[in-house]
């Protein structure tokens, strides 16, 4: 049994452009939102290393445990977290969106809301790891079924700021850079690679 | 002319009223006030409690306590009450011989029946040719469930009859949707290790919306399994442990089997003036309550040495005999309320760490105390604020004097004055002695009955529960009310809130309840309580004070404390009295304060018409 664990399974995947994004109509989907840079555009992988491809895999596994289809969409105008998860919310059938960095800071937000107050935000991207990840999809899948998770319960690490901050600054300024201001989110198809 | 004060110090509240004495004797109220009670009621830790009150109705009235001639302390109400609940029965699992649970989201749906085999076990065996019969796979959480589906697809490609699954981890529908045909999964089972392989085990997924049949049913148990009408009979406990459930799994192990088997609580000995009677606590509140009635007038209760019920009787005895600084002995209990309650208990012995609904009987037990203790209250309280202090007649003849201030209310008229921890009430009739009494049981047992019915964790979620209204979070923009009423917000509410209950308190702020519990079942807990404790003593209690002990003999009830401030405890009096054909009412003392405050301005009425009389 070496090949048993969730890491192990996916490293890589393409992912692919399909025109534009559009809005939703279907109830039970859930858009994950992409930052400009996720992914196939800088270093695929998150500050502390999990392959971007192993965390899709995560949250469509989470989306479809709850039985609930996830829609992959990328947000071209914007590298801030709240603006990607705000728009993908708009565009969600269900009005539930999961926005995620490329250095692995997510949230989960609701149209409704106002853009800087999402339903739950995960700050410190240094102690999410994947069954976090796979948490995370479940709740928004939940709350896309109009029902109420608890909260994913976080790790508060005091020592992730001292030693994260100024990587994850270095990592925000350059997604920041693949950022086209005047794109329209863009609809991907994901595949994944063994 | 002078100024006195009454104050009503209760088990979870302390009330004041201000009054100026006109020199023909009459009262003119300044001011009332209210807070939190400090201490357990009736000892000297409730003077902080009282000093803050005094503080902020003389202010209120524009004086100082300085200027104050008089204080009235409410004589002790004689009881002190305590709540306490004790578990009657329980289930016992053992071999791990069935696994029952609600897991979120179990994977595919139906029946399958098989021998229990490790995922481990499978895939080795795939090389030799498999088991070559029907088998039920166990998927330990290190498998991630793309390899488990994989390793399930090639078994059964080569022919293994693979018939569901028991899975560690929340993986059961993506496992499912893995396979060429669904089967039945049940995921979420925290200790998987503890499932014993190699036996035949049955699968059952019901539907959304619905229950497992097949295995909530004896004789679908025993097709299942081909059992004899004698091993039908031991697998009822089973299927009774899983009525309700989305999925569950039954294991046959050569000595596995579930028990659902009464604790032996003890029993109570009520010591009555005339005759002792005992009654065993499993046999229900029904049982108790009658034993008791039958022993009435009540001077002492006693629980079994050594067991669960002697321990809670003897642990209020101890706190009051503490409190009181009286011998053990003297410490006598006057009143007892035994009320039954359903309760989630973790099963022992469980491997998904499920939880039962297991009977429980809840007491709430009421000591007499004495006056002496209020005279020290009173002592010290007049040593701390420099004014005269005096008890001031029994709480609830002066309660009735109180209500008697309700605009169109008359003699003869019976109150019923509920507070946290006792019901009490009286009669009052046109030249007759006002009769009075005393009953365990009042607002913290209710409390604890929603607490522990809906399996709360916090005693102040309950103790919200029991006095605000409920609404359900349909969107971010608007709310329905448990009474199906909808109402609008131009603002998105909190994210916290998406999709809850919630708690509508009276400045419109909403609570959410973390709990998995519905709006629906939340109301019923609620209500059922409140009808088992608080209406069942108000009944009691109207009994007692009754001429000949019948209802029908009472006109007019007043009620106050409160039991009046309850948003639903008034209707459901009304609802349940009418039907004795008695007018029954919340009071508005002095016409304006509503049902509190009544003990306070008794107090203050009962010192003018002494004064009175003295002339």
Redesign the interface.
């Known amino acids: ?1 070496s ?4 890491t192990q ?1 996916v490293q890589e995947m393409e992912l692919k452009e399909v025109g534009e994004a559009k809005t939703g109509s279907s109830p039970d989907e859930v858009v994950i939102a992409l930052s400009p840079a996720f992914g196939d555009q800088m270093h695929r992988q998150t500050l502390t290393k999990i392959p971007h491809a192993a965390i899709l895999r995560e949250l469509f ?1 989470g989306i ?4 609930v289809k996830a829609r992959v969409i990328r947000v071209w105008r914007s590298s801030d977290l709240a603006a990607i998860g705000f728009d993908a919310a708009k565009l969600s059938g269900s009005g539930i969106s999961i926005a995620i960095q490329s250095r692995g800071t997510t949230l989960i937000h ?1 149209r ?3 853009p800087l ?4 935000l995960f700050p410190q991207a240094p102690s999410i790891d994947l069954s976090t990840y ?1 948490h995370i999809a ?1 709740n928004a899948a ?2 896309a079924k ?3 998770p ?2 994913v319960p976080q790790v508060n690490d005091p020592m992730a700021r001292p030693k994260w901050q100024a990587i994850a600054s270095v990592f925000h300024i350059r997604e920041t850079e693949f950022v086209k201001p005047d794109e329209k989110p863009v609809e991907l198809e994901v595949n994944f690679k063994k | 002319m002078s100024i006195i004060v009454g104050i009503d110090i209760g088990n979870s509240t302390t009330e004041t009223a201000v009054a100026r004495i006109e020199d023909d004797g009459s009262p003119e109220f300044l001011s009332s006030g209210t807070t939190m009670t400090t201490g357990i009621k009736g000892t000297v830790e409730n003077i902080p409690g009282i000093v803050h009150v005094l503080e902020e109705a003389t202010d209120s009235a524009g004086i100082a306590i300085e200027d104050l001639d008089l204080v009235l302390l409410n004589e002790a109400t004689p009881v002190i009450g305590d709540v306490a609940m004790e578990t009657v029965t329980e289930t016992i699992v053992t071999e791990s011989s069935m696994v029952g649970h609600n897991p ?2 179990p994977g595919g749906k139906g029946i399958g029946v098989g021998k229990t085999i490790h995922i ?1 076990d499978l895939e080795d065996g795939e090389r030799n040719g498999g088991p070559d019969e029907p088998v039920i796979v166990v998927v330990p959480r ?6 488990a589906a994989g390793i399930i697809r090639e078994a059964v490609e080569a022919g293994v009859e693979v018939q569901g699954g028991i899975i560690q981890g ?5 496992i499912s ?1 893995r396979l060429p045909d669904p089967l039945p999964f049940v995921d979420e089972v925290a200790h998987v290790d503890k499932v014993p392989l190699d036996m035949l085990a049955a699968v059952e997924v019901a539907p959304k919306g619905h229950a497992v049949r097949q295995l909530s049913n004896p004789y679908g148990i025993a097709t299942l399994f081909s059992l004899s009408p004698e091993e039908t009979g031991h697998v009822i406990p089973i299927a009774k442990a899983l009525v309700g459930l989305r999925s569950a799994v039954v294991i046959r192990t050569p000595a596995g089997d579930v028990q659902s088997k009464q604790i032996p609580a003890g029993s109570i000995k009520f010591m009555g003036e005339h005759q002792n009677l005992t009654v065993e606590l499993e046999r229900g509140a029904e049982a108790i309550m009658d034993t008791l009635a039958h022993v009435q007038p009540l001077s002492d209760v006693q629980g079994e040495a050594g067991t669960n019920v002697g321990g809670m009787i003897e642990n209020v005895r101890q706190t009051m005999a503490d409190v009181t600084e009286k011998p053990l002995a003297d410490v006598n209990i006057h009143d007892v309320l035994a009320v039954d309650c359903l309760v989630p208990q973790q099963v022992v012995g469980g491997i998904a760490d499920e939880f039962s609904i297991e009977t429980a009987t809840g007491l709430a037990i009421m000591v007499d105390t004495d006056r002496l203790l209020m005279e020290r209250v009173a002592e010290t309280l007049a040593e701390k604020i420099g004014v005269r202090v005096e008890l001031g007649g029994v709480e609830a003849n002066t309660a009735i004097l109180g209500a008697l201030t309700t605009p169109g209310i008359d003699v003869p008229v019976a109150i019923i004055d509920g507070g946290a921890g006792s019901t009490d009430g009286a009669e009052l009739q046109k030249g007759k002695v006002v009769e009075h009494v005393h009953l365990a049981g009042a607002g913290n047992m209710v409390t604890l009955l929603i607490k522990n019915e809906l399996g709360l964790e916090r005693f102040d979620v309950a103790e919200q529960i029991k006095i605000y209204p409920l609404a359900k979070v349909e ?3 608007h709310i329905r009310h448990e009474d199906n009423g909808v109402q609008f917000f131009e603002e ?1 509410l ?3 809130l ?4 919630v708690l509508v308190t009276d400045d419109g702020d909403l609570i ?1 309840i ?1 709990s998995k519990h519905n709006l629906d079942r939340i109301k019923t807990v609620r209500q059922e309580a409140k009808r088992k404790v608080l209406l069942r003593n108000s009944i009691r209690v109207l009994e007692r004070i009754s001429p000949s002990g019948n209802i029908r003999f009472l006109d007019f009830v007043a009620i106050v404390g409160r039991f009046g401030l309850d948003f639903e405890l008034p209707q459901m009096l009304m609802n349940e009295l009418s039907n004795y054909g008695i007018v029954v009412g919340v009071a508005n003392v002095r016409g304006e304060l509503g049902p509190t405050n009544a003990v306070a301005t008794g107090l203050i009425i009962n010192y003018c018409q002494r004064q009175g009389e003295a002339k």
Do not use: C, I, K, W
């Not at chain 1, 107050?117 to 739950?120: G, L, Q, W």
């Not at chain 2, 998406?498 to 209950?501: K, L």
């Open positions: 049994m090949e048993n664990t969730a399974v596994a479809e445990e709850e039985e609701q409704d809301l106002v107050a999402p339903m739950e796979r479940r939940q709350y109009g029902d109420h608890s909260p | 979120g989201s481990r290190e498998y991630d469930f793309e390899v929340d993986d059961g529908v993506l949707n969107s971010l923009f998105p909190d994210p916290s998406f999709a809850r209950v959410p973390e």
